[in-house]
Protein backbone atom coordinates (compact mmCIF):
# COMPACT_ATOMS: atom_id res chain seq x y z
CA UNK A 1 0.00 0.00 0.00
CA UNK A 2 1.92 2.92 -1.10
CA UNK A 3 0.82 6.92 0.00
CA UNK A 4 -0.14 9.54 -2.79
CA UNK A 5 0.45 13.13 -2.02
CA UNK A 6 -1.87 15.68 -1.70
CA UNK A 7 -2.06 18.79 -2.52
CA UNK A 8 -3.66 19.73 0.87
CA UNK A 9 -1.17 18.77 3.81
CA UNK A 10 -3.24 21.16 6.27
CA UNK A 11 -6.22 18.29 5.82
CA UNK A 12 -4.10 14.96 6.54
CA UNK A 13 -5.82 13.24 9.32
CA UNK A 14 -4.75 9.97 11.08
CA UNK A 15 -7.43 9.40 13.63
CA UNK A 16 -10.95 11.14 13.96
CA UNK A 17 -12.12 10.05 16.69
CA UNK A 18 -12.73 7.61 19.20
CA UNK A 19 -15.26 4.79 18.75
CA UNK A 20 -16.94 4.47 22.18
CA UNK A 21 -19.91 1.82 22.45
CA UNK A 22 -22.48 1.12 25.08
CA UNK A 23 -25.88 -0.21 25.41
CA UNK A 24 -27.76 2.61 23.38
CA UNK A 25 -25.72 4.21 20.37
CA UNK A 26 -26.14 7.15 18.44
CA UNK A 27 -23.49 7.82 15.49
CA UNK A 28 -23.40 11.46 14.72
CA UNK A 29 -20.98 14.10 13.09
CA UNK A 30 -20.01 16.94 15.25
CA UNK A 31 -21.67 20.58 15.48
CA UNK A 32 -18.49 21.91 14.07
CA UNK A 33 -18.00 19.64 11.44
CA UNK A 34 -21.60 20.29 10.28
CA UNK A 35 -20.72 23.89 10.10
CA UNK A 36 -17.46 23.55 7.87
CA UNK A 37 -15.25 24.14 11.05
CA UNK A 38 -13.33 20.55 11.72
CA UNK A 39 -13.18 17.37 9.75
CA UNK A 40 -15.65 14.86 9.39
CA UNK A 41 -15.66 12.40 12.08
CA UNK A 42 -18.06 9.44 13.74
CA UNK A 43 -18.73 9.75 17.00
CA UNK A 44 -21.21 7.43 19.01
CA UNK A 45 -23.07 9.19 21.77
CA UNK A 46 -26.24 7.83 23.18
CA UNK A 47 -29.29 8.32 21.55
CA UNK A 48 -30.68 7.08 17.41
CA UNK A 49 -28.59 5.94 15.01
CA UNK A 50 -28.42 8.61 11.77
CA UNK A 51 -26.13 7.26 9.14
CA UNK A 52 -23.74 9.78 8.02
CA UNK A 53 -24.54 10.05 4.19
CA UNK A 54 -21.74 9.85 1.53
CA UNK A 55 -21.29 9.14 -2.23
CA UNK A 56 -18.70 6.49 -3.87
CA UNK A 57 -18.76 7.11 -8.09
CA UNK A 58 -17.51 4.56 -10.18
CA UNK A 59 -13.74 4.12 -10.04
CA UNK A 60 -12.06 6.07 -12.82
CA UNK A 61 -10.79 3.34 -15.34
CA UNK A 62 -7.03 4.88 -16.36
CA UNK A 63 -6.91 2.23 -19.29
CA UNK A 64 -9.25 0.26 -21.34
CA UNK A 65 -8.64 -2.91 -19.35
CA UNK A 66 -9.30 -1.04 -15.67
CA UNK A 67 -13.12 -0.40 -17.07
CA UNK A 68 -14.20 -4.14 -16.18
CA UNK A 69 -13.22 -3.41 -12.97
CA UNK A 70 -14.11 0.22 -12.15
CA UNK A 71 -17.95 0.05 -11.13
CA UNK A 72 -17.22 -3.20 -9.23
CA UNK A 73 -14.64 -1.88 -7.12
CA UNK A 74 -17.00 1.10 -6.37
CA UNK A 75 -19.32 -1.29 -5.12
CA UNK A 76 -17.83 -3.60 -3.37
CA UNK A 77 -16.58 -0.83 -1.28
CA UNK A 78 -20.29 0.84 -0.66
CA UNK A 79 -21.45 -2.29 0.43
CA UNK A 80 -18.93 -3.04 3.12
CA UNK A 81 -19.47 0.71 4.22
CA UNK A 82 -23.65 0.84 4.42
CA UNK A 83 -23.53 -2.45 6.15
CA UNK A 84 -21.93 -0.84 9.04
CA UNK A 85 -25.53 1.04 9.57
CA UNK A 86 -22.66 3.71 9.88
CA UNK A 87 -22.85 5.30 6.84
CA UNK A 88 -25.40 5.42 4.24
CA UNK A 89 -24.42 6.08 0.39
CA UNK A 90 -26.61 8.43 -1.72
CA UNK A 91 -27.12 6.76 -5.41
CA UNK A 92 -25.45 7.46 -8.46
CA UNK A 93 -28.63 8.97 -9.81
CA UNK A 94 -28.79 11.58 -7.35
CA UNK A 95 -25.23 12.49 -8.66
CA UNK A 96 -24.33 16.31 -9.71
CA UNK A 97 -21.19 16.07 -10.06
CA UNK A 98 -19.14 14.14 -12.29
CA UNK A 99 -15.51 12.55 -11.01
CA UNK A 100 -13.54 12.14 -15.12
CA UNK A 101 -10.02 12.26 -14.16
CA UNK A 102 -8.83 11.02 -9.91
CA UNK A 103 -6.32 13.86 -9.56
CA UNK A 104 -8.59 16.80 -10.98
CA UNK A 105 -9.79 19.10 -8.26
CA UNK A 106 -12.94 18.29 -6.30
CA UNK A 107 -15.95 20.47 -6.81
CA UNK A 108 -17.19 20.50 -3.77
CA UNK A 109 -20.42 22.50 -4.20
CA UNK A 110 -21.78 19.81 -6.41
CA UNK A 111 -21.29 17.25 -3.45
CA UNK A 112 -22.94 19.66 -0.65
CA UNK A 113 -25.70 19.92 -3.03
CA UNK A 114 -26.84 16.68 -2.70
CA UNK A 115 -26.08 16.78 1.46
CA UNK A 116 -23.22 14.30 0.88
CA UNK A 117 -20.62 14.33 3.84
CA UNK A 118 -18.20 11.93 2.57
CA UNK A 119 -16.69 11.56 -1.12
CA UNK A 120 -14.60 8.26 -1.71
CA UNK A 121 -12.77 8.77 -5.20
CA UNK A 122 -10.67 6.14 -7.21
CA UNK A 123 -8.88 4.86 -10.33
CA UNK A 124 -7.98 1.53 -11.57
CA UNK A 125 -5.44 0.48 -13.74
CA UNK A 126 -4.64 -2.83 -15.49
CA UNK A 127 -1.87 -4.53 -17.07
CA UNK A 128 -2.18 -8.00 -18.02
CA UNK A 129 -2.85 -9.84 -15.02
CA UNK A 130 -1.45 -7.05 -12.66
CA UNK A 131 -3.94 -4.24 -11.34
CA UNK A 132 -3.55 -0.87 -9.44
CA UNK A 133 -6.03 0.63 -7.31
CA UNK A 134 -5.97 4.26 -5.60
CA UNK A 135 -8.28 6.29 -3.80
CA UNK A 136 -9.55 9.25 -1.90
CA UNK A 137 -11.26 9.94 0.81
CA UNK A 138 -13.03 14.00 1.54
CA UNK A 139 -14.67 15.85 4.19
CA UNK A 140 -17.87 17.67 1.50
CA UNK A 141 -18.02 20.12 3.83
CA UNK A 142 -15.03 21.13 5.04
CA UNK A 143 -13.71 20.69 1.99
CA UNK A 144 -10.96 19.07 2.90
CA UNK A 145 -9.08 15.69 2.19
CA UNK A 146 -8.87 13.05 4.98
CA UNK A 147 -5.20 11.61 5.28
CA UNK A 148 -3.12 10.98 2.09
CA UNK A 149 -4.73 8.93 -0.92
CA UNK A 150 -3.74 5.61 -1.38
CA UNK A 151 -2.56 2.95 -3.73
CA UNK A 152 -2.45 -0.47 -3.68
CA UNK A 153 -0.92 -3.28 -6.62
CA UNK A 154 -1.96 -6.83 -6.93
CA UNK A 155 -3.16 -9.37 -9.29
CA UNK A 156 -6.74 -8.89 -11.08
CA UNK A 157 -7.70 -12.11 -9.22
CA UNK A 158 -7.41 -10.44 -5.99
CA UNK A 159 -9.40 -7.34 -7.07
CA UNK A 160 -12.31 -7.66 -4.33
CA UNK A 161 -9.41 -8.08 -1.55
CA UNK A 162 -8.16 -5.04 -2.76
CA UNK A 163 -11.57 -3.00 -2.53
CA UNK A 164 -11.92 -4.75 1.31
CA UNK A 165 -8.72 -2.96 1.74
CA UNK A 166 -10.11 0.35 0.50
CA UNK A 167 -12.91 -0.27 2.74
CA UNK A 168 -10.92 -0.80 6.06
CA UNK A 169 -8.84 2.71 4.96
CA UNK A 170 -11.80 4.52 5.05
CA UNK A 171 -14.08 2.46 7.99
CA UNK A 172 -10.59 3.69 9.96
CA UNK A 173 -9.91 7.18 8.73
CA UNK A 174 -13.87 7.99 9.89
CA UNK A 175 -14.10 6.05 13.19
CA UNK A 176 -10.41 5.83 14.63
CA UNK A 177 -10.99 1.92 14.25
CA UNK A 178 -9.36 -0.39 12.60
CA UNK A 179 -11.73 -2.40 10.01
CA UNK A 180 -12.58 -6.04 9.44
CA UNK A 181 -13.69 -6.33 5.57
CA UNK A 182 -10.02 -7.72 4.77
CA UNK A 183 -11.15 -11.32 6.65
CA UNK A 184 -12.53 -14.39 5.89
CA UNK A 185 -15.25 -16.49 7.67
CA UNK A 186 -14.85 -20.37 8.01
CA UNK A 187 -18.24 -21.98 8.70
CA UNK A 188 -20.60 -25.24 8.33
CA UNK A 189 -22.27 -25.69 4.79
CA UNK A 190 -25.11 -27.65 5.46
CA UNK A 191 -27.27 -29.77 3.05
CA UNK A 192 -29.82 -32.45 2.62
CA UNK A 193 -32.36 -33.65 4.64
CA UNK A 194 -32.50 -33.34 8.14
CA UNK A 195 -32.45 -37.10 8.72
CA UNK A 196 -29.40 -37.16 6.04
CA UNK A 197 -27.52 -34.09 6.54
CA UNK A 198 -24.62 -33.40 4.66
CA UNK A 199 -21.78 -30.74 7.00
CA UNK A 200 -18.88 -29.46 4.90
CA UNK A 201 -16.29 -26.71 6.40
CA UNK A 202 -16.32 -23.88 4.40
CA UNK A 203 -14.28 -20.39 3.70
CA UNK A 204 -15.39 -17.69 2.47
CA UNK A 205 -14.82 -13.47 2.52
CA UNK A 206 -16.92 -12.18 5.09
CA UNK A 207 -18.78 -10.15 2.54
CA UNK A 208 -20.27 -14.01 1.63
CA UNK A 209 -18.16 -14.01 -1.65
CA UNK A 210 -15.53 -16.50 -2.72
CA UNK A 211 -16.92 -19.49 -1.02
CA UNK A 212 -14.81 -22.58 -1.42
CA UNK A 213 -15.44 -26.14 0.52
CA UNK A 214 -12.91 -27.32 2.81
CA UNK A 215 -14.33 -31.03 3.54
CA UNK A 216 -16.28 -33.28 0.77
CA UNK A 217 -19.07 -33.72 3.30
CA UNK A 218 -18.56 -37.46 3.57
CA UNK A 219 -18.52 -37.00 7.66
CA UNK A 220 -20.18 -34.67 9.60
CA UNK A 221 -17.50 -31.75 10.39
CA UNK A 222 -18.55 -28.72 12.88
CA UNK A 223 -16.92 -26.38 15.13
CA UNK A 224 -14.18 -25.11 12.19
CA UNK A 225 -11.95 -22.02 14.17
CA UNK A 226 -9.33 -20.15 12.44
CA UNK A 227 -6.13 -19.74 14.03
CA UNK A 228 -4.55 -16.21 14.72
CA UNK A 229 -2.88 -16.09 11.91
CA UNK A 230 -5.44 -16.81 9.52
CA UNK A 231 -3.35 -19.75 7.71
CA UNK A 232 -4.55 -23.10 9.92
CA UNK A 233 -8.12 -24.83 10.73
CA UNK A 234 -9.42 -26.92 13.79
CA UNK A 235 -12.20 -28.97 13.04
CA UNK A 236 -14.10 -31.84 14.93
CA UNK A 237 -15.10 -34.49 12.34
CA UNK A 238 -16.99 -37.60 12.94
CA UNK A 239 -14.70 -39.38 10.10
CA UNK A 240 -13.20 -42.06 12.70
CA UNK A 241 -16.89 -43.12 13.68
CA UNK A 242 -16.05 -40.69 16.85
CA UNK A 243 -15.69 -37.06 16.89
CA UNK A 244 -12.05 -35.95 16.79
CA UNK A 245 -10.37 -32.79 16.44
CA UNK A 246 -8.28 -32.40 13.02
CA UNK A 247 -5.56 -29.50 12.17
CA UNK A 248 -5.67 -27.88 8.59
CA UNK A 249 -3.17 -25.97 6.73
CA UNK A 250 -5.69 -24.04 4.81
CA UNK A 251 -2.97 -23.37 1.82
CA UNK A 252 -2.29 -26.95 1.15
CA UNK A 253 -5.30 -28.35 2.23
CA UNK A 254 -3.24 -30.89 4.31
CA UNK A 255 -4.85 -32.15 7.82
CA UNK A 256 -3.90 -34.19 10.27
CA UNK A 257 -5.72 -35.67 13.77
CA UNK A 258 -4.65 -34.25 17.18
CA UNK A 259 -5.33 -34.75 20.99
CA UNK A 260 -6.03 -38.31 19.98
CA UNK A 261 -7.23 -40.67 22.89
CA UNK A 262 -8.55 -43.95 22.89
CA UNK A 263 -11.86 -44.47 24.17
CA UNK A 264 -12.35 -40.55 24.38
CA UNK A 265 -14.12 -38.17 22.31
CA UNK A 266 -12.50 -34.69 21.70
CA UNK A 267 -14.06 -31.80 20.09
CA UNK A 268 -15.08 -28.08 20.93
CA UNK A 269 -10.98 -27.04 19.94
CA UNK A 270 -9.94 -23.85 19.78
CA UNK A 271 -6.19 -22.49 18.93
CA UNK A 272 -4.44 -20.16 21.90
CA UNK A 273 -3.35 -16.75 20.58
CA UNK A 274 0.15 -17.51 20.35
CA UNK A 275 -1.25 -20.58 17.93
CA UNK A 276 0.99 -22.38 19.18
CA UNK A 277 -1.38 -24.59 21.38
CA UNK A 278 -4.75 -26.10 21.07
CA UNK A 279 -7.75 -26.05 23.92
CA UNK A 280 -10.06 -28.46 23.88
CA UNK A 281 -12.41 -30.78 25.37
CA UNK A 282 -12.13 -34.18 26.30
CA UNK A 283 -14.56 -37.11 26.69
CA UNK A 284 -14.74 -39.93 28.94
CA UNK A 285 -15.91 -42.14 31.45
CA UNK A 286 -19.31 -39.56 31.76
CA UNK A 287 -17.14 -36.73 32.41
CA UNK A 288 -15.57 -33.96 30.22
CA UNK A 289 -13.07 -31.73 30.80
CA UNK A 290 -10.79 -28.93 29.44
CA UNK A 291 -7.20 -29.77 27.91
CA UNK A 292 -4.54 -28.14 26.49
CA UNK A 293 -2.11 -29.35 23.70
CA UNK A 294 0.89 -28.10 22.79
CA UNK A 295 1.22 -28.92 18.85
CA UNK A 296 5.35 -29.17 18.54
CA UNK A 297 5.91 -31.29 21.50
CA UNK A 298 2.08 -33.33 21.81
CA UNK A 299 2.25 -32.42 25.43
CA UNK A 300 -0.89 -32.31 26.78
CA UNK A 301 -1.95 -30.70 30.40
CA UNK A 302 -5.25 -31.16 31.65
CA UNK A 303 -6.54 -28.08 33.03
CA UNK A 304 -10.07 -28.86 34.83
CA UNK A 305 -10.80 -32.09 36.38
CA UNK A 306 -14.43 -32.31 37.85
CA UNK A 307 -17.05 -35.19 37.03
CA UNK A 308 -19.22 -32.08 34.95
CA UNK A 309 -19.31 -31.00 31.35
CA UNK A 310 -16.86 -28.38 30.60
CA UNK A 311 -16.69 -27.22 27.11
CA UNK A 312 -16.71 -24.89 24.55
CA UNK A 313 -12.98 -22.71 25.68
CA UNK A 314 -12.22 -19.52 24.76
CA UNK A 315 -8.89 -17.77 25.51
CA UNK A 316 -8.32 -14.21 26.42
CA UNK A 317 -6.33 -12.65 24.31
CA UNK A 318 -3.62 -11.59 26.30
CA UNK A 319 -3.63 -15.94 27.14
CA UNK A 320 -3.34 -15.99 30.49
CA UNK A 321 -7.35 -16.73 30.87
CA UNK A 322 -9.80 -19.06 29.24
CA UNK A 323 -13.70 -18.18 29.49
CA UNK A 324 -15.54 -21.62 29.34
CA UNK A 325 -18.93 -23.27 29.93
CA UNK A 326 -19.74 -25.67 32.31
CA UNK A 327 -22.49 -27.59 34.09
CA UNK A 328 -20.64 -28.00 37.34
CA UNK A 329 -23.05 -26.56 39.52
CA UNK A 330 -26.31 -28.25 37.44
CA UNK A 331 -27.14 -25.99 34.59
CA UNK A 332 -24.80 -24.85 32.18
CA UNK A 333 -23.04 -20.99 32.92
CA UNK A 334 -19.82 -19.53 32.51
CA UNK A 335 -16.78 -19.71 34.29
CA UNK A 336 -13.37 -17.84 33.74
CA UNK A 337 -10.31 -19.57 34.77
CA UNK A 338 -6.65 -18.59 35.07
CA UNK A 339 -4.57 -20.36 32.97
CA UNK A 340 -1.24 -20.48 35.70
CA UNK A 341 -2.93 -20.82 38.99
CA UNK A 342 -6.63 -22.94 37.97
CA UNK A 343 -8.67 -20.16 40.01
CA UNK A 344 -12.26 -20.15 38.59
CA UNK A 345 -14.98 -18.49 39.02
CA UNK A 346 -18.44 -18.05 37.65
CA UNK A 347 -19.53 -14.91 35.84
CA UNK A 348 -23.06 -15.36 34.55
CA UNK A 349 -25.62 -15.13 37.01
CA UNK A 350 -28.69 -13.67 35.53
CA UNK A 351 -32.11 -16.22 34.63
CA UNK A 352 -31.42 -19.21 32.10
CA UNK A 353 -28.60 -21.10 30.73
CA UNK A 354 -25.27 -19.43 28.81
CA UNK A 355 -23.23 -21.87 26.86
CA UNK A 356 -20.66 -20.83 23.61
CA UNK A 357 -18.97 -17.94 25.16
CA UNK A 358 -15.98 -16.51 22.95
CA UNK A 359 -13.62 -13.83 24.52
CA UNK A 360 -13.46 -10.60 21.96
CA UNK A 361 -10.34 -9.76 20.84
CA UNK A 362 -10.11 -6.55 22.58
CA UNK A 363 -10.14 -8.15 25.52
CA UNK A 364 -13.20 -5.97 27.32
CA UNK A 365 -16.59 -8.06 26.77
CA UNK A 366 -17.11 -11.87 26.01
CA UNK A 367 -19.85 -13.05 23.60
CA UNK A 368 -22.33 -15.52 24.88
CA UNK A 369 -25.17 -17.74 23.99
CA UNK A 370 -27.95 -17.66 26.51
CA UNK A 371 -31.63 -19.42 26.60
CA UNK A 372 -34.38 -18.54 28.57
CA UNK A 373 -38.24 -18.98 28.59
CA UNK A 374 -38.35 -20.87 25.35
CA UNK A 375 -36.25 -17.76 23.49
CA UNK A 376 -32.25 -18.04 22.68
CA UNK A 377 -30.31 -14.89 22.67
CA UNK A 378 -26.60 -13.75 21.30
CA UNK A 379 -25.60 -11.99 24.49
CA UNK A 380 -22.13 -9.74 25.82
CA UNK A 381 -20.90 -9.45 29.10
CA UNK A 382 -17.70 -7.83 30.96
CA UNK A 383 -15.18 -10.27 31.41
CA UNK A 384 -16.44 -10.10 35.47
CA UNK A 385 -19.88 -10.64 34.38
CA UNK A 386 -21.18 -7.35 34.91
CA UNK A 387 -22.97 -5.40 32.42
CA UNK A 388 -25.05 -8.04 30.62
CA UNK A 389 -26.64 -7.08 27.56
CA UNK A 390 -28.45 -9.49 25.30
CA UNK A 391 -28.30 -8.27 21.47
CA UNK A 392 -30.72 -10.74 19.54
CA UNK A 393 -33.75 -12.89 20.51
CA UNK A 394 -35.44 -15.31 18.35
CA UNK A 395 -35.99 -19.24 17.88
CA UNK A 396 -32.64 -20.41 18.04
CA UNK A 397 -29.59 -17.77 17.93
CA UNK A 398 -26.57 -19.39 18.55
CA UNK A 399 -22.46 -19.51 18.37
CA UNK A 400 -21.13 -15.99 18.37
CA UNK A 401 -17.75 -15.17 16.62
CA UNK A 402 -16.55 -11.64 16.80
CA UNK A 403 -15.17 -9.61 13.67
CA UNK A 404 -11.17 -8.68 13.72
CA UNK A 405 -11.79 -5.35 15.37
CA UNK A 406 -14.40 -6.63 18.28
CA UNK A 407 -17.06 -4.25 16.77
CA UNK A 408 -19.25 -7.06 15.13
CA UNK A 409 -20.76 -10.31 15.94
CA UNK A 410 -21.46 -12.82 13.41
CA UNK A 411 -23.93 -16.36 14.65
CA UNK A 412 -26.22 -18.44 13.45
CA UNK A 413 -29.77 -18.10 13.56
CA UNK A 414 -32.68 -20.80 12.87
CA UNK A 415 -36.33 -20.24 12.54
CA UNK A 416 -39.06 -22.55 13.62
CA UNK A 417 -38.84 -25.45 10.89
CA UNK A 418 -36.35 -23.38 8.68
CA UNK A 419 -32.82 -24.16 7.83
CA UNK A 420 -29.93 -22.60 9.37
CA UNK A 421 -28.66 -19.30 8.46
CA UNK A 422 -25.82 -16.73 9.18
CA UNK A 423 -26.15 -13.02 10.74
CA UNK A 424 -24.40 -9.98 12.09
CA UNK A 425 -25.22 -7.97 14.23
CA UNK A 426 -23.06 -4.85 16.15
CA UNK A 427 -22.14 -4.59 19.73
CA UNK A 428 -24.72 -2.01 20.44
CA UNK A 429 -27.35 -4.84 19.28
CA UNK A 430 -28.58 -2.80 16.21
CA UNK A 431 -27.78 -3.48 12.35
CA UNK A 432 -29.22 -6.94 12.54
CA UNK A 433 -28.31 -8.35 9.17
CA UNK A 434 -28.38 -11.68 7.34
CA UNK A 435 -25.03 -12.78 5.91
CA UNK A 436 -25.30 -14.22 2.44
CA UNK A 437 -24.14 -17.99 2.00
CA UNK A 438 -25.08 -20.63 -0.29
CA UNK A 439 -27.60 -22.55 1.12
CA UNK A 440 -27.97 -23.37 4.90
CA UNK A 441 -24.98 -22.42 7.26
CA UNK A 442 -23.81 -22.34 10.77
CA UNK A 443 -21.02 -22.62 13.17
CA UNK A 444 -19.24 -19.23 11.94
CA UNK A 445 -15.33 -18.30 13.02
CA UNK A 446 -13.66 -14.80 11.89
CA UNK A 447 -10.82 -14.97 10.77
CA UNK A 448 -7.72 -11.89 11.59
CA UNK A 449 -7.14 -9.54 9.04
CA UNK A 450 -5.51 -10.50 6.29
CA UNK A 451 -1.60 -10.15 6.17
Known sequence: MTALTTKHPRALITALAAFVLSAATLMTTSAAQAQGGSPLRIEITEGVIEPVPYAIPDFVPENAAGQQYAASL???VANNLSGTGLLREIPADAHIGRIASFDSPVQFSDWRAINAQALITGAVLVNGPNITVKFRLFDVVSGQQLGDGLQLDGRTDNWRRMAHRVSDAVYTRLTGESGY?????VFIAESGTRENRRKQVAIMDQDGENVQFITDGSALAFAPRFSPSG?????????????????????TRSRQMIGDQPGTMTFAPRFAPDGQSVIYSLSVGGSTNLFLLNLASGQRFQLTNTSAIDTAPSFSPDGQSVVFESDREGTSQLYVMNIS????????????????????PRGDLIAFTKS????FHIGVMRVDGSN???????????GPTWAPNGRVIMFTREQAGGDPALFSVDISGRNLRR?????????????????
Open 372 to 375: NAGR
Open 231 to 251: DRLLFTSYESGFPRIYLMDVA
Open 74 to 76: ARV
Open 435 to 451: VPTPGAASDPSWSPLMP
Open 181 to 185: FDSRV
Open 341 to 360: TGDTRRISFGQGRYSTPVWS
Open 388 to 398: ERLLTSSYLDE
